[in-house]
């Protein structure tokens, strides 16, 4: 079964920068879309930024010119890496990808793909003031 392994999470000061990384346990996962989506208290989860395949990228307004998303198609990686963070950049940070690629051991015994969506598990990240 595919799984997102994220790191990069912590706490830092305003105006500081971290950066987040997110890894696709299977290989044979063939990925279109990988992102980052946060959740802050209270608060519904929302896009900060996805990239396609083909590097086309798109961002949330809140993020632009601070946030720069990347990946490494070999890797299957997604990367976030974020300056002049703000407090209200405050959030869970989950991961997500679509593709297509095997749900679970008896597909790849009969060799099937599926489309897939699938989401990490979340990093926190906390901006102090």
């Known amino acids: 079964q595919v799984q997102l392994v994220e790191s990069g999470g912590g706490l830092v000061q305003a105006g500081g920068s971290l950066r987040l990384s997110c890894t696709a346990s299977e290989s044979s996962f063939s990925i279109n879309v990988m992102g980052w989506y946060r959740q802050a208290p209270g608060k519904q989860r929302d896009l900060v930024a996805h990239i396609a395949s083909d590097g086309t990228t798109n961002y949330a307004d809140s993020v632009k010119g601070r946030f720069t998303i990347s990946r490494n198609n070999a890797k299957n990686t997604v990367y976030l890496e974020m300056n002049s963070l703000k407090p209200e950049d405050t959030a869970v940070y989950y991961c997500?990808?679509?593709?297509?690629?095997?749900?679970?051991?008896?597909?790849?015994?009969?060799?099937?793909?599926?489309?897939?969506?699938?989401w990490g598990q979340g990093t926190l990240v906390t901006v102090s003031s």
């Open positions: 997500h990808a679509q593709g297509t690629g095997p749900r679970n051991d008896e597909d790849i015994r009969q060799g099937r793909t599926r489309y897939l969506e699938v």
